[in-house]
């Protein structure tokens, strides 16, 4: 992953959200990249950082919790 790439946390496949959650700005998950994980980030649809990688949204029970109950699904 190249270093300036960014991108929000809703289209990221590093985020973490409830089963039947709605993909949205407002919408809290947690955060699964493998070098965030110690930190269990719980992030807003609209957070963004440059771990930023394209695709779909994890999904798990838990992940919206705070703090955060899931385990990391991928």
């Given at each position: 992953?190249?270093?300036?790439?960014?991108?929000?946390?809703k289209d990221?496949?590093?985020?973490?959200?409830?089963?039947?959650?709605?993909?949205?700005?407002?919408?809290?998950?947690l955060c699964i990249d493998?070098?965030?994980?110690?930190?269990?980030?719980?992030?807003?649809?609209?957070?963004?950082?440059?771990?930023?990688?394209?695709?779909?949204?994890?999904?798990?029970?838990?992940?919206?919790?705070?703090?955060?109950?899931?385990?990391?699904?991928?």
């Amino acid at each position: 992953m190249a270093e300036s790439q960014w991108g929000l946390c809703k289209d990221c496949k590093w985020w973490q959200i409830e089963p039947n959650a709605t993909v949205g700005n407002l919408t809290m998950g947690l955060c699964i990249d493998e070098k965030l994980q110690p930190y269990q980030l719980r992030v807003s649809g609209i957070s963004g950082c440059n771990r930023y990688l394209p695709g779909e949204p994890a999904r798990a029970k838990g992940s919206s919790e705070a703090p955060p109950q899931a385990e990391p699904t991928r």
